[in-house]
């Protein structure tokens, strides 16, 4: 159980105008409140219709309330929730009211960290829910309900048990050589290990496809200008979004729009045109569309193809940017293919992708779609996917790696003793995506991430 003894209140609504808000109380005097509040106790998990009273007996407002005792609630505490009308001044005389009788303000996510010290779910349980509310796509909603329902914790859970089993082998063998138990000739410890490596791998593909559901890809469209940038950023987001003309240097700042392929989020970034800039304010945009290239997992670089060769894009975009940052993966888009006769395509050599394509006309544009998504490892018909975070991908990536510094102790050297504390660097870092096995700061670094009511 949580140590913090408090009551805490917080809207668990947006803010605004609405048909209907709820303010919800969580904590040990969740029933005082209550009674203070309605006038009355209420029977548990039974909505009941009633006015909402403040301390002097003045009516506030009118609606349901209904009361959860704990365990048997969300957080695991007693909860008490209070549906009225959805007015900003009705409901701030409520959380008012309900402050003066002993509740303080919840902090962002502290009915969810509640939740998780009080055994009711699980870390990625709890993160699931911050990934619902922020699911940018059908598919993401998806795939955040099934970690939310347990999936991805079960699978966790199955594979720490599996390291677990092996351990206490290898350990035992280890700690009662008198029991002449030669685990390092017994092919299962090896069958064993590499079932764990390939369950791990599996595990980790479908995560990586969770995590891009709700990362999504950032791309960055750049050019010297005129090249079609705009025009390409208004193909992919399928409406104006840019102001699209013959005048050179249109674009001034940087643009931004998400949309959805295949469910993938796609951050598209279109930026000012790349040129010696003839004022400051050009200047400055170029100095923007510099970061975000330097930040983007994916830079289309727009190319007149009725005007320009093709030419080594990765030298050419240093040479526009007249810098020497790391440059991202680079997709050259020969544009405006309508003008040349050529068709659409997709060519690939060695250092080089190159998509043909003409933006104003939508020519092409899907070819570039699928390129994407292949680029960035996305697979919409991958089954059975949830959603994941980058701390989940990092911890299932430092699991792969002590697994595979155990194996080739055990194969190589025979090396018992290192296996058996690789497998439990392994199950440390497994715990760790569920919350068994986690920092505080960490705890607080991701429950300061949800919004308040949550």
């Known amino acids: ?56 007996g003045q009516q506030l407002d009118v609606g349901i309330a209904i009361f959860f005792q704990g365990p048997h609630s969300f957080t695991g505490e ?22 003066q009788c002993g509740a303080s303000l919840a902090r962002p996510g502290e009915f969810s960290e509640r939740a998780f010290y009080n055994d009711k779910m699980d870390l990625t349980q709890a993160e699931a829910i911050a990934d619902i509310i922020d699911s940018g796509s059908k598919q993401a909603a998806i795939s955040a309900l099934r970690s939310l329902n347990g999936e991805f914790s079960n699978k966790v859970h199955l594979l720490v048990e599996k390291v677990v089993q092996l351990r206490i082998f290898v350990e035992a063998a280890i700690d009662f050589p008198e029991e002449e138990i030669d685990f390092l000739a017994d092919d ?14 599996e595990l980790m593909r479908n995560a990586q496809q969770g995590s891009l559901l709700r990362e999504g890809m950032k791309v960055v469209i750049a050019g010297k200008p005129n090249a079609g940038k705009s025009s390409l950023l208004n193909a992919l987001s399928g ?57 983007a997992d994916r830079v289309l670089l727009v190319v007149d193809a009725a005007e320009e060769k093709i030419e080594d894009v990765e030298q ?38 190159t998509v043909t394509m003409s933006a104003s006309e939508l020519t092409g544009l899907d070819l570039l779609k699928q390129h ?9 018909s991958e089954s059975g996917v949830f959603m994941a ?26 090396a018992g003793e290192i296996l058996a504390e690789e497998l439990k660097l392994t199950q440390n870092c497994l715990n760790e995506i569920t919350g068994e096995f986690t920092s505080d700061d960490l705890l607080g670094k991701i429950f300061s991430s949800f919004c308040i009511g949550k």
Do not use: W
């Open 239 to 295: 409406k104006q979004s840019a102001i699209v003309t013959d005048i050179a240097g249109t674009t001034r700042d940087v643009l931004t729009e998400q949309i959805s392929i295949d469910g993938l989020p796609l951050h598209i970034i279109d930026t000012a045109g790349l040129r010696k800039a003839k004022d400051k304010v050009e200047q400055i945009g170029i100095e923007r569309a510099t970061r975000e290239i330097e930040q």
């Open 316 to 353: 050419t975009l240093s040479k526009l940017l007249d810098s020497d940052i790391s440059l991202p993966p680079v997709t050259q888009i020969r544009n405006k293919c309508d003008l040349t006769g050529e068709l659409p395509d997709v060519c690939e050599s060695e250092n080089l992708v």
């Open 1 to 56: 159980m949580t140590q913090n003894q408090s009551t805490i209140v917080a809207l668990a609504t947006p803010p605004g105008k609405g048909g209907v808000a709820i303010v919800r109380v969580s904590g040990p005097l969740s029933r005082d409140i209550t009674s203070k509040i309605l006038g009355k106790s209420l029977t548990p998990r039974q909505a009941t219709y009633l006015p909402f009273i403040d301390r002097s």
């Open 78 to 99: 007693d909860v008490v929730e209070f549906q009225g009308h959805g007015g900003p001044v009705v409901m701030d005389m409520l959380m008012e009211s309900i402050l």
């Open 389 to 414: 975070r980058r701390r989940h991908i990092d911890a299932l990536t430092r699991a792969s790696e002590h697994l595979d510094t155990g194996y080739a102790q055990l194969t190589g050297m025979a």
């Open 188 to 201: 299962n410890v090896v069958s064993q290990l590499t079932d764990i490596i390939q369950d791990l791998a």
């Open 372 to 380: 994407l998504k292949r680029v960035i490892g996305y697979n919409a």
